[in-house]
């Protein structure tokens, strides 16, 4: 880190302080200690709690898509398979702390991660696609056939027990979002702690160059159904929080084919590989459609109904999708990485 | 099947020294395409190996069988005392085997000094949980692979671009670090494949006192699959000349160069050789 905040320039060595660390503290600063003085009920349920869950559902696929190359369409069954767990964990084994019952659910969601990675030690590509969207129908449809999951809840919805840690009560707004916000600071700490590992130098490795990672004998196989358990772990954890934190209630149908598409989109807009990656393009896609609602509201008046919200929503996303596909593949990370640099050159130059 | 054969011992390069790499009656082939067929030959510890012939002669093809990549349809390896029908390619780091391939293989999304650190990946033993939380043991094996990475950065002088990410350096630059991931576990025997293509006089200068020198200081036998003539002749100790799949020489250079069959099959009219022009 120290290398990263000195900068040589011409004049000689500049002490600077470097984006990141300094960033991420005044970050958390932020985070913890503004929207509790500031945000409003709404702020906190419609886009702060679910921006943190989506977020962390993003930091797990990145770990699986960005950084080890395995594609996955299958993530919302695996936050439904974490939300579940937490739901019937609760439920049966009352008592539990629920610091432990998300721990639980975690790999409960790892373990039905890594039955479901099993594929991809002869699949790849397209094919390993295919067989991650199997997974995505499968676990729904067994959420919606056996009703033991649900405790035979006739509408198949279930309401989750309010939310408390060691005897403290939750419940508010702002206490769900500091309780998701503390459960992802400490998810992102232990995930950038991996992906500087040598383990997460093996699953880029993996994904640049399969067959040279295997000769210099990397543990492909392992390393491979590692990446499936531990993203499958994070992203259950994000289905904990997506259930308890956010919407407070657990149905299959919240956990559909769109959600996980909506993963793969935050990580392709946010940037492949990236750990703010996740963060980025999870604030656009809860943000942006709510100001596409404004904005279609102002220009359109009554015209702009939920209907035609729906469809430009899809539209405009679509059409954000194959920008960034084709102008930045490497996401708005790249993007702004750009822009801090152009910013601090303009500085340099001025100083 | 016979019943119990009694297993050959490893044959001999050259008197009673074992070979570092020896191959018997290897064939393979693809469809109806013959890659490889019935070849045997031996390499000496120590020695600088040259494998030469036409494109499509089946020189990658003998050294993806050596590293375990293709299974023959017949025929032994022996590697290090082992003796295989089809070589372990998860086990070839510990045998003491690195290799590179004849397209670039680095991880182009790591730095230079993480794609040579990762070639001791088979050494590390401390589990994830045990990186993630940073353990000692954990944070000594690493520090040690990133000291010997860095060992071998100086050696082949890529100290200057240690931490760009290795899929935006020059090819020539690139072809050096996948020498320095092949190199840092101090192979005993080091497979290249074309290591030397496409580059500047300059750079295949270099780069032959680099492989001299991983001979001379670091003990490795090489095989090297080279199309420069020149280098071979300059570098090898002996050639092996393939041709259609069949090993047709197998000698010092001063025989290849002498060898009519040779010169017929892959080196044509004898003159062109002494201009030292690659073929
Ligand atoms: N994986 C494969 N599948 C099918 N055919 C193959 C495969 N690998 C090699 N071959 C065939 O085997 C023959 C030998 O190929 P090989 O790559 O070993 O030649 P080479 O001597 O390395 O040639 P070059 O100098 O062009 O690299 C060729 O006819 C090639 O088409
Ligand atoms: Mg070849």
């Known amino acids: 880190m120290t290398d990263l905040a000195l900068e040589k320039t011409a004049t000689g060595t500049v002490r600077r302080l470097s984006p990141a660390p300094f960033g991420i503290g005044v970050l958390l ?39 080890a190359g395995q594609v996955s369409l299958g993530s919302s069954a695996f936050m439904a398979v974490g939300a579940y767990a937490a739901y019937n964990l609760a ?23 890594l039955l479901f990675g099993l594929p991809s030690l002869r699949l790849r590509g397209f094919y390993l696609a295919v067989s991650t969207l199997a997974a995505q129908f499968f676990v729904q449809w067994v959420f919606n056939k056996v009703g033991w999951f649900s405790n035979d809840s006739p509408s198949g919805i279930v309401t ?21 916000l503390g459960v992802v600071t400490a998810v992102t700490l ?32 392992r390393v491979k159904l590692l990446a499936f358990a531990v993203s499958s772990f994070i992203i259950g954890v994000a289905g904990v929080l997506w259930a308890f934190a956010y919407l407070r209630t657990v149905e299959p149908a919240g956990f559909n084919l769109d959600r996980s598409f909506q993963i793969l989109f935050i990580v392709i807009i946010g940037g492949l590989a990236s750990l703010r990656g996740a963060f980025l393009g999870a604030a656009l896609i809860v943000v942006f459609p709510l100001l596409l609602a404004r904005l279609g509201e102002a220009l359109l008046g009554g015209l702009f109904d939920s209907g035609v919200l729906e469809m430009s929503q899809r539209i405009v996303l679509g059409l954000l999708i194959i920008t960034f596909l084709i102008a930045e593949p490497a996401g708005l990370t790249a993007l702004l990485d750009r822009a801090w640099n152009r910013i601090c050159g303009r500085f340099r130059r001025a100083g | 099947m016979p019943a119990v054969l009694s297993e050959p011992v490893v044959p001999p390069a050259n008197g009673n020294v074992p070979s570092a790499l020896a191959v018997e009656a290897l064939s393979l082939s693809f469809g109806g395409v013959t890659a490889l067929s019935d070849i045997s030959f031996a390499v000496a510890p120590g020695e600088i190996r040259a ?11 003998l050294l993806n069988v050596v590293s ?48 040579v650190a990762a070639g001791l990946s088979h050494r590390l033993r401390a589990g994830v949980l ?13 520090a040690e692979a990133q000291a010997k990475a860095e060992e071998l950065l100086a050696f082949l002088h890529l100290d200057d671009v240690r931490d760009r990410p290795a899929g935006t350096l020059p090819y020539g630059t690139q072809k050096r670090v996948e020498l320095a991931r092949a190199l840092v576990s101090r192979p005993r025997l080091l497979l290249l494949d074309e290591p030397m293509a496409g580059m500047t006089l300059t750079e ?15 003990g490795a036998t090489i095989v090297l699959i080279e199309h420069d003539i020149g280098v071979v002749m300059g570098l090898s100790d002996r050639i092996a000349v393939l041709d259609y799949g069949r090993l047709i020489a197998d000698g010092t250079p001063d025989d290849i160069r002498n060898d009519p069959v040779v010169i017929d099959a892959y080196l044509g009219v004898a003159h062109d050789l002494e201009a030292g022009e690659g073929i």
Request: glycine share 10%.
């Open chain 1, 91 to 113: 439920l049966r084994l009352p008592g539990l702390p629920f610091l432990l019952d998300i721990l639980l659910a975690g790999l409960v969601a790892a373990a039905v991660g």
């Open chain 2, 130 to 142: 045990a990186q993630v939380i940073g353990l000692p043991a954990a944070r000594r094996e690493r």
């Open chain 1, 29 to 67: 600063i932020v985070a913890y200690g503004v929207p509790p003085l500031v945000a409003s009920e709404y702020l906190f349920d419609a886009i702060l709690t679910p921006f943190l869950a989506l977020a962390l559902a993003g930091l797990g696929l990145n770990i699986l898509t960005g950084y």
């Open chain 2, 68 to 115: 375990g990549l293709y299974r023959p349809d017949s025929g032994r390896v022996w590697l290090g005392g082992h003796s295989f029908a089809a070589v372990p390619t998860d086990r070839l780091a510990t045998l003491g085997v690195s290799r590179t391939f004849q397209n670039l293989a680095l991880f182009k999304g790591l730095s230079v000094l993480d794609n």
């Open chain 2, 204 to 218: 295949k200068r270099d780069l032959s006192g680099h492989i001299r020198a991983a001979r001379d200081d670091l």
């Open chain 1, 160 to 180: 989750v027990p309010p939310l408390s840690v060691a005897g403290l009560p939750l419940d508010s707004s702002a206490g769900r979002y500091l309780f998701a």
């Open chain 2, 51 to 61: 494998v030469i012939g036409p494109n499509g002669a089946g020189k990658s093809s």
């Open chain 1, 190 to 221: 232990a995930v950038w702690r991996l992906v500087e590992s040598p383990t997460g130098r093996a699953l880029v490795a993996l994904r640049d160059h399969e067959t040279a990672a295997r000769v210099i004998g990397i543990p492909v196989l």
